[in-house]
Nanobody, 123 residues
Protein backbone atom coordinates (compact mmCIF):
# COMPACT_ATOMS: atom_id res chain seq x y z
CA UNK A 1 0.00 0.00 0.00
CA UNK A 2 1.09 3.55 -0.75
CA UNK A 3 0.37 6.38 1.65
CA UNK A 4 -0.30 9.77 0.05
CA UNK A 5 -0.54 13.16 1.73
CA UNK A 6 -1.52 16.29 -0.21
CA UNK A 7 -0.70 19.88 0.70
CA UNK A 8 -0.69 23.31 -0.86
CA UNK A 9 -4.37 24.02 -1.28
CA UNK A 10 -5.97 27.29 -0.23
CA UNK A 11 -7.92 30.34 -1.28
CA UNK A 12 -6.73 32.30 -4.30
CA UNK A 13 -8.19 34.96 -6.57
CA UNK A 14 -9.03 34.21 -10.18
CA UNK A 15 -5.91 34.47 -12.33
CA UNK A 16 -3.67 33.42 -9.47
CA UNK A 17 -1.51 30.33 -9.01
CA UNK A 18 -1.12 27.48 -6.56
CA UNK A 19 1.24 24.53 -6.37
CA UNK A 20 -0.08 21.32 -4.89
CA UNK A 21 2.25 18.70 -3.48
CA UNK A 22 1.68 15.03 -2.71
CA UNK A 23 4.15 13.15 -0.53
CA UNK A 24 4.25 9.41 -1.13
CA UNK A 25 5.51 6.73 1.26
CA UNK A 26 5.19 2.99 1.71
CA UNK A 27 5.29 0.55 -1.21
CA UNK A 28 5.77 3.26 -3.82
CA UNK A 29 7.62 0.88 -6.16
CA UNK A 30 4.28 -0.81 -6.94
CA UNK A 31 2.90 2.34 -8.54
CA UNK A 32 3.19 2.66 -12.31
CA UNK A 33 1.22 5.88 -12.63
CA UNK A 34 0.18 8.77 -10.44
CA UNK A 35 -2.56 11.27 -11.02
CA UNK A 36 -4.39 14.30 -9.73
CA UNK A 37 -8.17 14.16 -9.53
CA UNK A 38 -10.60 16.79 -8.33
CA UNK A 39 -14.15 16.80 -7.08
CA UNK A 40 -16.36 19.86 -6.94
CA UNK A 41 -19.47 19.95 -4.73
CA UNK A 42 -22.26 17.90 -6.24
CA UNK A 43 -20.06 16.57 -9.05
CA UNK A 44 -18.18 13.40 -9.75
CA UNK A 45 -14.44 12.91 -9.41
CA UNK A 46 -12.64 14.26 -12.49
CA UNK A 47 -9.16 13.31 -13.65
CA UNK A 48 -6.98 16.40 -13.98
CA UNK A 49 -3.63 14.94 -15.06
CA UNK A 50 -1.74 11.63 -15.18
CA UNK A 51 1.99 10.93 -15.13
CA UNK A 52 4.02 7.75 -15.51
CA UNK A 53 5.96 7.45 -12.31
CA UNK A 54 9.39 6.27 -13.50
CA UNK A 55 9.65 8.06 -16.82
CA UNK A 56 7.98 11.31 -15.82
CA UNK A 57 6.01 11.21 -19.05
CA UNK A 58 2.62 12.82 -18.81
CA UNK A 59 -0.14 10.92 -20.51
CA UNK A 60 -3.29 12.95 -19.98
CA UNK A 61 -4.58 16.37 -19.07
CA UNK A 62 -8.22 17.31 -18.81
CA UNK A 63 -9.16 19.65 -21.64
CA UNK A 64 -10.28 22.23 -19.10
CA UNK A 65 -6.77 22.56 -17.63
CA UNK A 66 -4.52 22.15 -20.69
CA UNK A 67 -2.05 24.99 -20.95
CA UNK A 68 -2.72 26.09 -17.36
CA UNK A 69 -1.81 23.10 -15.16
CA UNK A 70 1.39 21.07 -15.14
CA UNK A 71 1.90 17.74 -13.41
CA UNK A 72 5.43 16.71 -12.41
CA UNK A 73 7.18 14.19 -10.23
CA UNK A 74 10.35 14.05 -8.15
CA UNK A 75 11.10 10.38 -7.69
CA UNK A 76 14.06 11.02 -5.41
CA UNK A 77 11.80 12.84 -2.95
CA UNK A 78 8.77 10.69 -3.77
CA UNK A 79 6.73 13.82 -4.37
CA UNK A 80 4.08 14.56 -6.95
CA UNK A 81 3.23 18.13 -7.90
CA UNK A 82 0.51 20.04 -9.67
CA UNK A 83 1.36 23.59 -10.73
CA UNK A 84 -1.86 25.47 -11.35
CA UNK A 85 -1.74 28.82 -13.15
CA UNK A 86 -4.43 31.18 -14.41
CA UNK A 87 -6.88 29.69 -11.95
CA UNK A 88 -10.60 30.10 -12.57
CA UNK A 89 -13.56 29.88 -10.18
CA UNK A 90 -14.58 26.64 -11.89
CA UNK A 91 -11.31 25.09 -10.71
CA UNK A 92 -12.70 25.18 -7.17
CA UNK A 93 -12.71 21.63 -5.83
CA UNK A 94 -11.07 19.18 -3.48
CA UNK A 95 -7.93 17.91 -5.20
CA UNK A 96 -6.71 14.36 -4.63
CA UNK A 97 -3.55 12.58 -5.63
CA UNK A 98 -3.74 8.91 -6.52
CA UNK A 99 -1.36 6.06 -7.27
CA UNK A 100 -2.04 2.96 -9.31
CA UNK A 101 -0.72 0.13 -11.42
CA UNK A 102 -2.24 1.45 -14.65
CA UNK A 103 -2.15 4.75 -16.48
CA UNK A 104 -5.77 5.76 -16.56
CA UNK A 105 -8.18 8.67 -16.22
CA UNK A 106 -10.69 6.44 -14.44
CA UNK A 107 -10.70 6.83 -10.66
CA UNK A 108 -11.54 3.20 -9.95
CA UNK A 109 -8.29 2.14 -11.63
CA UNK A 110 -6.28 3.71 -8.79
CA UNK A 111 -5.49 1.79 -5.65
CA UNK A 112 -4.30 4.47 -3.26
CA UNK A 113 -5.60 7.94 -2.49
CA UNK A 114 -4.69 10.92 -0.38
CA UNK A 115 -7.14 12.68 1.90
CA UNK A 116 -7.52 15.66 -0.45
CA UNK A 117 -6.74 19.35 -0.26
CA UNK A 118 -9.27 22.14 -0.83
CA UNK A 119 -8.67 24.67 -3.60
CA UNK A 120 -11.01 27.65 -3.69
CA UNK A 121 -10.79 30.26 -6.45
CA UNK A 122 -12.69 33.49 -5.88
CA UNK A 123 -13.97 35.65 -8.72
Amino acid sequence: QVQLVESGGGLVQAGGSLRLSCAASGRTFTSYAMAWFRQAPGKGRECVAVIIRWSGRTTDYADSVKGRFTISIDNAKKNLYLQMNSLKPEDTAVYYCAAGRLSSTISTEYDDWGQGTQVTVSS
